[in-house]
């Protein structure tokens, strides 16, 4: 088996700050989503990678960034955190892009902006 | 309107009961699904999958696919209080993984 492991847990930060949420992963998956998780609105996803050096924009991407710097890490940049803002970050992997829709999870990160 | 949505929003049943859960697509092109789970601090875990029309049972958890319909739903047989979480339906145009759209959920409690 393998671990989706997401750092930090917790983030707090203030109006217009810049934040980074790290995520690795030891399932040598090829591919590795964010989502963004908001209460009664389901999972909706910010930023996906095919491959390595690949990066894609997802239906929510405005006013985050992505890198992924190596197979088994991906970071998610949020440009400017809004005020009120509460969220939970969700980092994901697969096999790889064509494979059968199982996604394995990180426990998540949990944003709150003050 | 969102493209996969779920009823009922939230869902009480006794131990040993069972658990119903319903999805619908609105988008024809989105008729691969899938059911996942989150326990309370945790990530959604996958569940089980359906593709084809009918039944697919795999344990405890049987789903059930229309696909003229675009209607599929979760049931939960005896269910156990370890069964209370947030449940997902995902759907995807086809059977790869990159382009699941969630539903917004059913929390199910089962109560002891």
């Known amino acids: 088996g393998g671990i989706i492991t997401q750092t930090p847990k917790f983030l707090i930060g203030q109006e217009g700050q810049k934040l980074t949420l790290k995520c690795q992963q030891n399932?040598?998956?090829?591919?590795m989503y964010w989502y963004r998780q908001d209460s009664g609105k389901g999972l909706r996803l910010i930023y996906y990678?095919?491959?390595?050096?690949?990066?894609q924009k997802g239906d929510l991407s405005e006013g985050y960034d992505a890198s992924r710097e190596k197979k088994s890490s991906f970071s998610l940049t949020v440009t400017s955190a809004q005020k009120n803002e509460m969220a939970v970050f969700l980092c994901?992997?697969?096999?790889?892009?064509?494979?059968?829709?199982?996604?394995?999870f990180g426990e998540g990160s949990k944003l709150t902006v003050l | 309107q969102q493209k996969v949505q779920q009823s009922p929003e939230s869902l009480s049943v006794p131990e040993g009961g069972m658990a119903s859960l319903n999805c619908t697509s609105s988008?024809?092109?989105?008729?691969y699904f899938w059911w996942y789970r989150q326990h309370s601090g945790e990530g959604p875990k996958a569940l089980m999958?359906?593709?084809?029309?009918g039944d697919k049972k795999e344990g405890r958890f049987t789903a059930h696919l229309n696909k003229a319909s675009l209607h599929v739903s979760l049931h939960i047989r005896d269910s156990q209080p370890s069964d209370s979480a947030l449940y997902f339906c995902?759907?995807?145009?086809?059977?790869?993984?990159?382009?699941?759209?969630f539903g917004s959920g059913t929390q199910l409690t089962v109560m002891p």
């Open positions: 399932f040598n998956h090829d591919t």
């Open positions: 995902a759907a995807s145009e086809h059977s790869g993984s990159w382009q699941l759209i």
């Open positions: 999958s359906i593709f084809s029309d």
């Open positions: 988008d024809r092109n989105f008729q």
């Open positions: 990678s095919i491959t390595e050096n690949d990066l």
């Open positions: 994901a992997s697969s096999i790889n892009w064509a494979n059968t829709g199982q996604l394995y």
